[in-house]
């Protein structure tokens, strides 16, 4: 049964998992306040009465008694007569609320609160917003004027104040202020007396190119505090208006290339929300070139263009020009070579700008080389997600660009054909092609980025086709490149890469359960190469790629040498979960409940792991002797025959595809 939880950050609730629990009436949401409020400690019966009543009734002792028996019935149902409560208990001359410290929400935005400032500063903003999150209003909402709520409510108010502030501040070192601003903006409207939040909203808006906006909020916190408090700015503020006036350099963001040309990207685009002159609509198409720049810097540079680049499409559109939105949102043909979005929201919000363009767009040849590059923007921001739509989008815009025989839009078109090459297994062979394509195009047309891109795709093919030589120069070739056009992203792959020829070169079994396996010491270099990989992906803005992969390459590593699965279900598995779960499941030796798991798998997702999930799941069944599993899984992994499963990543591997093969044909002989 699922743990009892409590709310106090809002109204004062209790629930049981996704349930809420009937508190009965005002007097019984008093005591249990009153009782968490108390931090598990007794709260005596004479105190309950004081606080409950200005003028305690003739029977307050037995009420109170009363109000206690009912919490205890909602909070622990199925406790059995007479038998000691365990939640809500009788101790001395009172009551206490055992409740385990995770159980509260205030309890938990402390503890969230005290931990961020433990973290590195790049970490911090997160785990503050999620703190936040707990708020659903004032704390102990309802019991606002009672005295012994006062002092509480007021510390909890006081230290959710502070970290909205330490968030917005942390942004704003951090060089991310556009972030800061809106929360800065809703949390002036509701506590204008707080000096720093006025200093830091200022900041932050000078800090993206608003100048005349930070001053202007500066001046409203003048006026606000002189005329309604009859008192002047604090020092704080006087110094940075007259530095923000004096434009002095202290006052610039963090100076970081990403960093610098995200500004100018933000004051470019708000340069165009505010001018209607004829040239803004230029000025627009200059700032998506400018993001298009700052995406292949990496880390920040491709935090910030995936942050400011749905804000660029939304004004295009807001234009009314189909042409116009069509050159913006075409105009962001940024190579990508993972296949699994680092935003799907975004993506899904891109795709659907792009789809309603495509609508309108005129029907006349003139028009084909934008329609090219919305089916193409379609079909790379379709990536990962298995519907009809993404490969037909793919095949339209590669039609049209080699019709036009255009060498960028022709790359720009194979990028998105190559996203939608992961819809089945066995389809290294076809990626192999477009990757060769892309490399000649890339050297005939001077087109860097998307040669690079190019030898990256064959060295993810060549490595599915065990062809680990030929992956070898591609990784070479594609770090030489990445070195002389500074194309920092490129490492975070080629190193995965070699720590998948480390796992590969160690030595791997040639089926998943019978085979003399490998040593510990080649286990355990494989293992190091793994995890010094993961370590690059820290801060390189590529979320998509870096959420539960480490767990997900070191589970391959096992089962390819033929080695029992050892899950941790604590880390972060992200979008593989449903495929780790079933492994922790049958460890605890729940295997019914594992081969539930097993059986509400999905198929994996249209993706560059599509075979390595499949293993996976091909482990799990024949770890239960699932023969309806083992049919599925050797069926969508037979076009794969002659692979190493994952390999296709180039960033992992689950060991010979012949060798799940076979370990299935025996197991369903059997």
């Known amino acids: 049964m699922d743990a009892v939880t409590f709310g106090v950050l809002g109204a004062v609730t209790a629930g049981r998992g996704p349930h809420p629990l009937s508190l009965k009436g005002p007097r019984h949401r008093a005591v249990l306040a009153r009782l968490i409020l108390a931090r598990r400690r007794v709260v005596p019966l004479a105190r309950l009465v004081e606080d409950l009543w200005e003028t305690p009734p003739p029977r307050a002792v037995g009420a109170v008694r009363t109000f206690v028996g009912d919490l205890r019935r909602a909070l622990e149902p199925d406790r059995p007569p007479r038998a000691p409560a365990r939640l809500l208990v009788t101790e001395g001359p009172g009551y206490a609320l055992r409740a385990a410290p995770d159980a509260v929400d205030a309890w938990r935005f402390e503890a969230a609160v005290a931990e961020a400032d433990r973290l590195p500063a790049a970490q911090a903003p997160d785990r503050l ?21 006062r002092g509480e409510r007021s510390r909890l108010t006081e230290l959710r104040l502070r970290a909205v502030e330490r968030r917005a501040e942390l942004l704003v070192e951090l ?23 006025w200093r830091l909203l200022a900041l932050a808006l000078y800090r993206t190119g608003r100048q005349a906006d930070a001053l202007a909020v500066l001046r ?62 230029a000025r627009l198409e200059s700032t998506v070139g400018l993001l298009r720049s700052l995406a292949v810097t990496g880390g920040g540079g491709l935090e910030a263009a995936r942050e400011h680049r749905m804000a660029a499409v939304q004004a295009a559109e807001e234009t009314g020009d189909a042409d116009l939105a069509a050159r913006v949102i075409g105009a962001y043909d940024v190579p990508a070579n993972w296949t699994r979005s680092d935003d799907p929201e975004l993506a899904r919000r891109i795709v659907e700008a792009a789809e309603r363009t495509l609508a309108v767009l005129p029907g006349a040849p003139s028009a084909d080389a934008a329609r090219c590059r919305l089916l ?143 040593s510990g010491s080649s286990q355990d270099s494989a293992e190091a190469a793994y995890r010094s990989a993961a370590a690059r992906l820290d801060g390189a803005g590529m979320p998509g790629l870096e959420r539960g992969l480490l767990p997900l390459a070191l589970l391959g590593l096992r089962l390819s040498r033929g080695r029992p699965a050892r899950v941790d279900p604590g880390a972060d598995w992200g979008p593989y979960r449903p ?26 997702p249209p993706d560059l792991l599509y075979e390595a999930l499949c293993c996976a799941e091909a482990a799990l069944a024949l770890a239960l002797g699932d023969r309806p599993a083992l049919r599925r899984t050797y069926d969508r992994l037979l076009p794969a025959a002659g692979e190493l499963a994952g390999a296709g990543s180039g960033l992992l591997t689950f060991g010979p595809v012949d060798g799940w093969l076979a370990a299935i044909r025996r197991a369903l002989e059997e």
């Open 129 to 149: 917003r999620a703190a936040l999150g707990e708020w659903r209003g004032p704390a102990y909402a309802e019991f606002g004027t009672e005295d012994w709520a």
């Open 175 to 197: 060089g991310r202020a556009a972030e800061a601003v809106p929360d800065l903006d809703a949390h002036l409207t509701e506590h204008p007396w707080r000096e720093e939040s």
């Open 220 to 281: 409203r916190a003048r006026a606000l505090l002189a005329g309604r408090l009859g008192i002047d700015p604090g020092p704080r503020l006087r110094r940075l208006e007259a530095g923000i006036l004096a434009q002095d350099p202290e006052l610039d963001p963090p100076g970081e290339p990403a960093d610098a040309a995200a500004r100018l990207w933000t004051r470019a685009t708000e340069a165009y929300d505010r001018t209607v002159a004829a040239g803004a609509r």
């Open 376 to 518: 193409a923007t379609v079909a790379l921001e379709s990536r990962g997600v298995r519907s009809p739509r993404g490969p037909r989008a793919a095949a339209e815009a590669e039609d049209i660009a080699r019709r036009l025989d255009d060498p960028a839009l022709l790359a720009f078109a194979l990028n998105g054909v190559f996203m939608q090459s992961c819809t089945r297994a066995g389809l290294a062979p076809r990626r192999d092609a477009i990757g060769a394509e892309l490399v000649t195009l890339g050297l005939r047309h001077g087109l860097v980025n998307h040669e690079v891109l190019g030898h990256l795709i064959r060295l993810q093919a060549r490595a599915a086709l065990a062809d680990l030589t030929a992956a070898d120069e591609h990784a070479r070739a594609a770090d030489r490149l990445a070195e002389r056009h500074e194309r920092p992203l490129v490492a975070v792959f080629t190193a995965w890469y070699r720590a998948l020829r480390e796992a590969v070169s160690a030595g791997s079994s040639p089926g998943p359960s019978d085979s003399p396996g490998s």
């Open 579 to 604: 495929w780790a779960e079933p492994f922790a499941l049958l460890a605890e030796g729940r295997d019914t409940e594992a081969r539930g798991a097993l059986r509400a798998l999905p198929e994996p």
